[in-house]
């Protein structure tokens, strides 16, 4: 299958060029020439598989063998999630006090977040092209707290990269910048970027800046493997088709997704699990007081509002970029239009989307924003009921779902639990009867990351441009002469 830009530019590219690049040419984001078409007779196939069987089965829709062998395949998952802590990958917690509401815990790989559930593989796919290749990437995200650590974790020590990781000083939990500053590893650089006014979506701005320098881009073998990268969203449609698997009671019976989202990655993938087949009934869009996914679903606005700090801070967002990727799909595949809305964003700050549009994007997706008050309710509320312990974002899509009750009907319900408890102390420091749950307000990775050295650079954000490509250039530079 080839794969091309969703605003059109460029020429097809393969999988493995898709996965090395990340971004497309002309600065959009890549997208399958088709989307594979799933049958009941398949998913039926399917119930029984353990999700990494299921990821092999989806990724192989998306991949030719040619590119990549069965037994390839099978050894790159096997290394991706044999360091999660249950064997299960992402169990689901069937929640006592709500009837048909089940928690899907994402957040038992090494960084305690859902993003360990894409980065792990992605990020070894990465480096098992370039090996073959004999390559060397540099890679640079940006983070809001969770993609961050699992990019540096999972490309720490990796013969083929460099890791250049960006976080917003300040606006991500001490627990959350010590996963990505406490690394030993030389390839690892955790840049901390002070006075963001947007938060992380500062960080994206010199990010796009950085790949228009095309000379710059091609000296350093700059790519990425943040949402942006196809293979995320790829990854993540795998979670949708395990959480349906393992809660419908028969294939075709229909199930509701609640998600806390900001950048909409995870939600464009469980999108594009229902357009591949998958009986979804509601996507449920659970945002917090940041609230650009809920304007543009409920008002077809896509608009930047100043940042709101939440105590679910890795949705502080302000610009869901996978939208664009995901509408590409609502039109019919129409790049121009794409390009036209994408461009006028840039511009301007803000799209009306026509009411034909809205109403094909708007098709399964509900919408809430949520406000911090209610978020510490909601944790309160499941920790008196059952003692289980929600962090933040959790809380959020369980917030949202009890909003939304009544649009929700009584199919099962899944929430999407995209992080740790443990990585937002301060947050869960509030909460009454704590002490009965000691266990879960813990991790070890957490606790023995308090005794490590701290190592990274620290920059303003009104000179990050000229800093990091100096920055990069130089460390580029000592590794060339020290390889020579
Ligand atoms: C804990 C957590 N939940 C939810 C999200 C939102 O995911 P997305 O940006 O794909 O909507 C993120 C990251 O952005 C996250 O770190």
Redesign the pocket.
């Known amino acids: 299958m080839d794969y091309k830009s969703n605003k059109g530019g460029g020429l097809k590219v393969s999988f493995e060029q898709a996965i090395l690049d990340g971004y497309a040419i002309d600065g959009g984001l890549y997208v399958p020439e088709y989307l594979p078409e799933i049958n009941h007779e398949q998913l039926t196939a399917w119930k029984t598989l353990s999700y990494k069987q299921l990821a092999f089965q989806i990724i192989s829709l998306f991949v030719e063998r040619s590119i990549i062998s069965a037994d390839e395949l099978q050894g790159l998952l096997d290394r991706s999630y044999d360091t999660f802590e249950k064997e299960e990958v992402i169990p689901l917690y069937p929640l006592k006090s709500r009837s048909h509401t089940y928690i899907m815990e994402l957040?038992y790989g090494p960084t305690l977040?859902?993003?360990d559930v894409g980065m792990s593989f992605i990020v070894n796919l990465v480096n098992f092209f370039l090996e073959k290749k004999e390559e060397r990437l540099s890679i640079i995200v940006a983070?809001?707290?969770?993609?961050g650590p699992a990019a540096a974790h999972f490309i720490a020590g990796k013969s083929q990269l460099d890791g250049w990781i960006l976080y917003p000083k300040g606006l991500i939990t001490a627990e959350q910048e010590r996963q990505m500053t406490t690394l030993p590893h030389t390839n690892i650089h955790s840049v901390g970027v002070t006075n963001c006014p947007e938060g992380?979506d500062d960080l994206d701005v010199v990010i796009n800046q950085l790949y228009a320098h095309q000379k710059f881009k091609s000296k350093l073998k700059l790519s990425s493997v943040n949402?942006l990268n196809w293979g995320r969203i790829m990854m993540?449609t795998v979670h949708y088709f395990y959480g349906y698997l393992q809660i419908a009671s028969s294939v075709g019976d229909l199930v509701n997704f609640s998600?806390?989202?900001?950048?909409?990655?995870?939600?464009?993938?469980g999108g594009l699990a229902r357009k591949m087949g998958l009986p979804i009934k509601n996507l449920l869009i659970a945002n917090n007081q940041n609230a650009c996914?809920h304007r543009i679903f409920s008002e077809g606005v896509f608009s930047k509002q100043p940042i709101i700090e939440t105590f679910?801070s890795?949705?502080d967002?302000l610009v869901?970029i996978?939208f664009w990727r995901y509408l590409y799909f609502c039109v019919a595949g129409d790049t121009q239009k794409i390009k036209n809305w994408s461009d006028t964003f840039d511009k301007t700050g803000r799209v009306d989307f026509d009411i034909i549009t809205q109403k094909k994007y708007q098709e399964g997706f509900l919408s809430k924003s949520v406000g911090d008050p209610q978020t510490l309710m909601t944790m309160q509320q499941i920790l008196d009921d059952e003692r289980y312990l929600l962090?933040p974002?959790a809380a959020v899509a369980v917030a949202a779902s009890d909003l939304l009750k009544d649009q929700l009907g009584n199919d099962p319900l899944i929430c999407?639990a995209?992080?740790h408890p443990a990585?937002f102390p301060q947050t869960i420091g509030q909460l009454s009867h704590i002490n009965e749950v000691l266990k879960q307000t813990k991790h070890a990775s957490i606790e023995q990351a308090k005794t490590k050295c701290q190592r990274s650079y620290t920059c303003d954000h009104s000179h990050l441009y000229e800093a990091l490509t100096n920055a990069m250039e130089t460390d580029w530079g000592l590794r060339h002469t020290s390889n020579d």
């Open positions: 957040f977040s859902f993003k983070t809001t707290g969770d993609t992380g949402s993540q998600v806390p989202s900001g950048g909409f990655g995870n939600l464009c993938a996914l679910s890795a949705i967002i869901p996978n962090d974002h999407l995209t992080a990585k």
